[in-house]
């Protein structure tokens, strides 16, 4: 699936991250969701490729990157930790400032980079997502049903870890499948590739503390920010069969949170590199081969 594509790895401060890179142009940063790894990109990096030099990462806790033992308060997996690895990957590479884009997890991974390193990045693309703050303020019956592993994976004492560890194969195809309108969109090889990383009984602990992470650490550092706002162009793309599409205005939530916002709902579900590659692929072209305003 990454054919073209040389593998890495780059110690951080604490950490050793697993990337794919190809290309010469402008380098670009893709970071993957959950339960995912950069695989996800297989269908999009390849033509990214042929304008940019693109880097695919495994976030910390994920895929064949470490997973650091956690902590009380869990800020082993904050995002502010997680965009640091990435910061630190970049500049390891000889890419102080870069464009970037992030789906799912990864997008807030990007949201909270955005905010901690604003002269890193020149442009950047989420997909799929509203921003974690918004989730929690607005939650109803609606989001929470579609949504139950938000509340799930953050349970004390090992409960999740537990349960999902029971048959980690069949817990990550079914949210899959829950979560995608076109469950075509998947290969059987990434497929293979996404349980093969997720059984690991370590990558299943570390992936419950980036929820953790998310509703306890990550929301006292949003509220730290709450009159900042992302400087740089962002561009949004979301499943328009998707819960982000039913349950929100997304681009005026992300107007709340950026001062140049742009986007559009793509035909899929949750997925939208897998689902829907051709228009993810021409939206990001577009996007980043547009020179940012002097």
């Not at 950069?38 to 999009?44: A, E, L, N, S, Y």
């Not at 807030?108 to 997502?129: F, G, Q, S, T, W």
């Not at 194969?169 to 309108?181: D, I, R, T, V």
């Amino acid at each position: 699936m990454f054919e073209q594509f040389t593998y890495h790895k780059i110690t951080t401060s604490n950490v050793t991250i697993n990337l794919a890179k190809a290309g010469d142009g402008p380098p670009l940063l893709l970071l993957h969701g959950y339960p995912q790894t950069h695989i996800m990109w297989h269908k999009v990096a390849p033509t990214l490729a042929q304008h940019f030099t693109v880097i695919c990462t495994d976030l910390r806790g994920y895929g064949d990157s470490d997973k650091p033992p956690s902590d009380p308060q869990h800020l082993t997996y904050s995002k502010r930790v997680t965009a640091q690895d990435q910061v630190e990957v970049m500049a390891a590479l000889g890419f102080p400032k870069f464009l970037a884009a992030g789906h799912d997890r990864g997008g807030r991974v990007l949201h909270r980079l955005l905010l901690d390193r604003p002269d890193c990045v020149e442009k950047a693309a989420v997909l799929d997502i509203v921003p974690t703050r918004k989730i929690f303020q607005t939650v109803n019956q609606q989001l929470a049903t579609a949504y139950s592993h938000w509340f799930f994976l953050l349970e004390p004492n090992n409960i999740p870890e537990r349960l999902i560890g029971s048959d980690p194969a069949f817990y990550l195809e079914s949210k899959l499948k829950q979560w995608s309108a076109n469950q075509a969109g998947f290969t059987k090889t990434a497929i293979a590739e996404y349980v093969r990383c997720f059984s690991d009984p370590a990558s299943i602990h570390a992936t419950c503390e980036d929820y953790r992470a998310a509703a306890s650490i990550d929301l006292e550092h949003d509220e730290g920010d709450i009159d900042r706002k992302i400087q740089c162009p962002l561009l949004v793309l979301w499943g328009g069969l998707g819960v982000m599409e039913k349950c929100y205005d997304v681009l005026e939530t992300w107007r709340e949170r950026a001062v140049d916002v742009r986007g559009q709902a793509l035909p899929c579900g949750h997925f939208v590199p897998e689902e829907a590659p051709e228009e993810t692929t021409q939206a990001l072209l577009d996007f980043f081969r547009v020179r940012t305003r002097e």
